[in-house]
Protein backbone atom coordinates (compact mmCIF):
# COMPACT_ATOMS: atom_id res chain seq x y z
CA UNK A 1 0.00 0.00 0.00
CA UNK A 2 2.51 2.65 -0.99
CA UNK A 3 -0.06 5.06 -1.65
CA UNK A 4 -0.30 5.29 2.14
CA UNK A 5 3.13 5.79 3.51
CA UNK A 6 2.40 9.28 4.23
CA UNK A 7 -0.35 8.72 6.20
CA UNK A 8 0.80 7.87 9.98
CA UNK A 9 -2.51 7.11 10.75
CA UNK A 10 -4.78 4.30 9.14
CA UNK A 11 -7.80 2.52 9.43
CA UNK A 12 -9.41 -0.74 7.79
CA UNK A 13 -13.40 -0.29 7.40
CA UNK A 14 -14.90 -3.77 5.06
CA UNK A 15 -17.60 -2.83 3.20
CA UNK A 16 -21.38 -3.81 3.61
CA UNK A 17 -24.17 -4.38 1.56
CA UNK A 18 -26.02 -2.24 3.17
CA UNK A 19 -24.05 0.62 2.44
CA UNK A 20 -24.89 0.91 -1.13
CA UNK A 21 -27.11 3.33 -2.42
CA UNK A 22 -29.60 2.76 -5.00
CA UNK A 23 -26.88 3.80 -7.80
CA UNK A 24 -25.24 0.33 -6.81
CA UNK A 25 -22.06 1.95 -4.96
CA UNK A 26 -21.17 3.18 -1.23
CA UNK A 27 -22.88 5.61 -0.39
CA UNK A 28 -21.54 9.63 -0.34
CA UNK A 29 -22.05 10.23 2.92
CA UNK A 30 -20.24 6.83 4.30
CA UNK A 31 -16.88 8.47 3.45
CA UNK A 32 -17.41 11.00 6.24
CA UNK A 33 -18.02 8.25 8.30
CA UNK A 34 -14.61 6.89 7.38
CA UNK A 35 -12.43 10.40 7.66
CA UNK A 36 -13.87 10.93 11.13
CA UNK A 37 -13.08 7.35 12.18
CA UNK A 38 -9.59 8.01 11.42
CA UNK A 39 -9.35 11.53 12.72
CA UNK A 40 -10.87 10.21 15.85
CA UNK A 41 -8.05 7.41 15.84
CA UNK A 42 -5.13 10.49 15.10
CA UNK A 43 -5.95 12.71 17.73
CA UNK A 44 -6.06 9.55 20.32
CA UNK A 45 -2.76 8.56 18.85
CA UNK A 46 -1.72 12.18 19.93
CA UNK A 47 -3.80 12.53 22.99
CA UNK A 48 -5.93 15.41 22.03
CA UNK A 49 -9.32 12.56 22.66
CA UNK A 50 -8.87 9.88 25.38
CA UNK A 51 -10.45 6.26 24.84
CA UNK A 52 -13.67 6.32 25.74
CA UNK A 53 -14.12 10.03 23.82
CA UNK A 54 -13.24 11.81 26.78
CA UNK A 55 -11.60 14.97 26.33
CA UNK A 56 -7.81 15.09 28.01
CA UNK A 57 -7.37 17.12 31.57
CA UNK A 58 -8.23 21.07 30.74
CA UNK A 59 -11.22 20.08 28.73
CA UNK A 60 -9.65 21.01 25.02
CA UNK A 61 -10.81 18.98 22.15
CA UNK A 62 -10.96 19.50 18.71
CA UNK A 63 -14.48 20.46 16.90
CA UNK A 64 -14.48 19.85 13.19
CA UNK A 65 -15.11 23.74 11.48
CA UNK A 66 -15.32 22.29 7.88
CA UNK A 67 -14.65 19.00 5.69
CA UNK A 68 -14.82 18.17 2.03
CA UNK A 69 -14.01 15.12 -0.18
CA UNK A 70 -13.25 14.39 -3.65
CA UNK A 71 -14.75 10.95 -5.30
CA UNK A 72 -12.00 9.90 -7.67
CA UNK A 73 -13.66 6.38 -8.46
CA UNK A 74 -17.10 4.39 -7.02
CA UNK A 75 -16.57 1.89 -4.19
CA UNK A 76 -18.65 -1.34 -4.52
CA UNK A 77 -19.29 -4.45 -2.40
CA UNK A 78 -17.27 -6.39 -1.92
CA UNK A 79 -13.88 -4.80 -0.84
CA UNK A 80 -12.28 -3.45 1.77
CA UNK A 81 -10.91 -0.24 2.28
CA UNK A 82 -7.98 1.52 4.23
CA UNK A 83 -8.15 5.49 4.73
CA UNK A 84 -5.32 7.33 6.08
CA UNK A 85 -5.30 10.42 7.88
CA UNK A 86 -2.18 13.19 8.89
CA UNK A 87 -2.44 16.55 9.30
CA UNK A 88 -1.42 19.62 6.47
CA UNK A 89 -1.18 22.53 8.74
CA UNK A 90 -1.05 23.92 12.34
CA UNK A 91 -2.60 27.17 12.70
CA UNK A 92 -3.00 29.41 15.92
CA UNK A 93 -6.16 27.41 16.57
CA UNK A 94 -7.09 25.48 13.78
CA UNK A 95 -5.43 21.70 12.22
CA UNK A 96 -6.00 21.33 9.03
CA UNK A 97 -6.16 17.46 7.69
CA UNK A 98 -5.96 15.27 4.72
CA UNK A 99 -7.44 11.48 3.72
CA UNK A 100 -7.29 9.32 1.35
CA UNK A 101 -9.39 5.94 1.08
CA UNK A 102 -7.75 3.52 -1.17
CA UNK A 103 -8.86 -0.05 -2.16
CA UNK A 104 -6.72 -1.95 1.24
CA UNK A 105 -5.99 -5.24 -1.69
CA UNK A 106 -4.66 -3.19 -4.83
CA UNK A 107 -4.12 0.09 -3.26
CA UNK A 108 -6.75 2.21 -5.99
CA UNK A 109 -7.38 5.57 -4.50
CA UNK A 110 -11.37 5.72 -4.40
CA UNK A 111 -11.06 9.44 -2.82
CA UNK A 112 -9.16 11.90 -1.00
CA UNK A 113 -10.72 14.47 0.99
CA UNK A 114 -9.56 17.35 4.07
CA UNK A 115 -10.65 19.07 6.57
CA UNK A 116 -10.52 21.85 9.58
CA UNK A 117 -10.52 20.95 13.33
CA UNK A 118 -10.08 24.26 15.59
CA UNK A 119 -9.48 23.40 18.89
CA UNK A 120 -11.85 24.58 21.69
CA UNK A 121 -12.54 24.74 25.42
CA UNK A 122 -15.23 22.22 26.15
CA UNK A 123 -18.12 23.23 27.31
CA UNK A 124 -18.13 26.78 26.33
CA UNK A 125 -16.99 26.15 23.05
CA UNK A 126 -13.92 29.05 23.49
CA UNK A 127 -11.55 29.07 20.51
CA UNK A 128 -8.09 28.43 22.21
CA UNK A 129 -4.45 27.74 20.75
CA UNK A 130 -3.19 24.85 19.76
CA UNK A 131 -1.73 23.90 22.78
CA UNK A 132 2.10 23.22 22.59
CA UNK A 133 2.67 19.75 23.59
CA UNK A 134 -0.03 18.68 21.09
CA UNK A 135 1.73 20.27 18.73
CA UNK A 136 4.87 18.15 19.40
CA UNK A 137 3.10 15.00 19.82
CA UNK A 138 2.16 16.15 15.87
CA UNK A 139 5.26 16.87 14.86
CA UNK A 140 6.76 13.66 16.44
CA UNK A 141 3.46 11.37 14.47
CA UNK A 142 4.34 13.39 11.17
CA UNK A 143 8.19 13.12 11.28
CA UNK A 144 8.34 17.12 10.53
CA UNK A 145 7.82 20.21 11.80
CA UNK A 146 4.85 22.86 11.10
Given at each position: ???????P?????????????????????????????????????????????????????????????D????????????????????????????????????????????????????????????????????????G???
Amino acid sequence: MAGMNDFPITVRFPIHWGEMDAYGHVNNARYFTWFEAARIAYFSQVGLVEPGMQLPQGGVGPILASTQADYLRPVVFPAEVVVGARVSRIGNSSIAMEYAVDDAASGVRYARGSGVVVTVRYPEYQKVPVPAELREKIEKLEGRTF
